[in-house]
């Protein structure tokens, strides 16, 4: 059974960098036909998706966030990382990490494995 | 990008059906089959009730189910129990910018 589980600060000073890592365990990370995502809930509010990396270390982001994020994946700790620069009070949210499977030829995906979910809250 | 456009609430009584729409554009939602919604109850993380906008993965109860029409996808719970009182999120590939997308999410309230 495919885990997830993220770690880091649970509170980051404004202006400074949120580090958060996601390990995964049950499978490999390096497995084909999945992506892995990071994807931010602010209290009482909607999803929203932060980005992914795929297996080959190619990433996207969403244009929101694109100045201010950087995905990385680290395969022989089978584990993969977010940072976000230059937080603010907005930036407080519980942050899940996800795998996606993704069929490269039809085009399906979809998220079928979340973590737990940690809270980060930004604050001096 | 824009998040989907969903209900923020919708309700049944037990054993009732709720449908819950998911309106996006021709570049998300419109442009491909690949809606999924997740269901979340309070303080957990979201689980997986339907993909590729129609299936089911295994374990989740065919009283869920979902469709498409144009730019809109639906969720449907038929035959409502008390333990499907959650949010919902449904969730879109974007692909013009090789995005994902997620919807503003739907309370359900069992009455």
């Known amino acids: 059974q495919v885990q997830l589980q993220e770690s880091g600060p649970g509170l980051v000073k404004p202006s400074q960098t949120l580090s958060l890592t996601c390990t995964v365990s049950g499978g490999s990370i390096s497995s084909g036909s999945y992506y892995w995502s990071w994807i931010r809930q602010p209290a009482g509010k909607g999803l929203e998706w932060i980005g992914r990396i795929y297996t080959s270390g190619s990433t996207n982001y969403n244009p929101s966030l694109k100045s201010r994020v950087t995905i990385s994946v680290d395969t022989s700790k089978n584990q993969f990382s977010l940072k976000l620069s230059s937080v603010t009070a907005a930036d407080t949210a519980v942050y899940y990490c996800a795998r996606a499977y993704y069929d490269i030829l039809t085009g399906t995906r979809y998220f079928d494995y979340w973590g737990q979910g940690t809270l980060v809250t930004v604050s001096s | 990008q824009s998040a989907l456009t969903q209900p923020p609430s919708a309700s049944g009584s037990p054993g009732q059906s709720v449908t819950i729409s998911c309106t996006g554009t021709s570049s998300d939602v419109g442009g491909y089959n690949y809606v999924s919604w997740y269901q979340q109850h309070p303080g957990k993380a979201p689980k997986l009730m339907i993909y590729?906008?129609?299936k089911r993965p295994s374990g989740v109860p065919d009283r869920f189910s979902g469709s498409k029409s144009g730019n809109t996808a639906s969720l449907t719970v038929s035959g409502l129990q008390a333990e499907d009182e959650a949010d919902y999120y449904c969730?879109?590939?974007?692909?013009?910018?090789?995005?994902?997308?997620f919807g503003t999410g739907t309370k359900v309230t069992v009455l």
């Open positions: 969730s879109s590939y974007a692909g013009s910018n090789n995005l994902e997308v």
């Open positions: 590729e906008v129609s």
